[in-house]
C-alpha cells in the first residue's frame, strides 16, 4: 500500500442515515397507532382486532429494520444486512460501484456492481465516510460518476 494512502480500522459499521431512521419511526407509529384507532372507529369485533393486529405486526417490522439494518465494511468484504436476512460479497467478487440518482428526493445512491453478471446491489440510506469511498476505488472499476436517474 501506497505512503499516501490511509490505513482504516476494519471492521467498519455504518448506520443507517438520521432522516431514514426517523422516517422508519413516522411509519411505525403511524401505522402501529393510527390503524388501531382507524379499526375500531369504523368496523366492529372480529375485524377489529384482525386490523389491529395487522398493523402492529407492520409496525413491529418496520421498526426491528431499525435495529438490523447496517452496512459492514471488511478488509476483504462487504456485509449488508436487512430485516430479512444478510447479503455478504468477497472482495473479489464486485467489480465497482456506480452512482444514480434515485428516488422522490434525488437522493445519490451506491450500486454495487457483482462480476459474472449477477444484479447489483443498491446501498442506500447510510452515512457513510472516507473509508468507505477508499475501498470503493480499491475495486477493479472503482466508483463511476453519477450517471443518471434510476427508477
Known amino acids: 500500500m501506497a505512503a499516501s494512502q490511509t490505513q ?7 448506520l443507517p442515515t438520521s432522516a431514514w431512521r426517523q422516517r422508519r419511526i413516522g411509519i411505525a407509529a403511524a401505522v402501529g397507532v393510527g390503524g388501531p ?17 395487522a398493523a402492529i405486526t ?35 467478487k464486485v467489480r465497482g460501484c456506480t452512482m444514480f440518482h434515485y428516488g422522490r428526493y434525488e ?21 457513510l465516510d472516507e473509508a468507505f469511498w477508499a475501498w470503493m476505488m480499491s475495486l477493479p472499476e472503482g466508483v463511476s ?7
Open 145 to 151: 460518476p453519477v450517471v443518471g436517474r434510476r427508477p
Open 8 to 14: 482504516f480500522e476494519y471492521p467498519l459499521r455504518y
Open 37 to 53: 384507532l382507524l379499526a375500531f372507529n369504523s368496523t366492529s369485533g372480529m375485524t377489529a382486532s384482525l386490523i389491529t393486529v
Open 58 to 92: 407492520i409496525a413491529v417490522a418496520v421498526l426491528g429494520t431499525l435495529v438490523r439494518k447496517r452496512l459492514i465494511l471488511r478488509e476483504d468484504s462487504v456485509e449488508i444486512r436487512g430485516l430479512t436476512g444478510t447479503q455478504m460479497f468477497s472482495k473479489s
Open 107 to 127: 437522493q445519490m445512491v451506491c450500486v454495487l456492481l457483482l462480476l459474472h453478471g449477477r444484479a447489483g446491489v443498491m446501498i442506500e440510506s447510510f452515512e
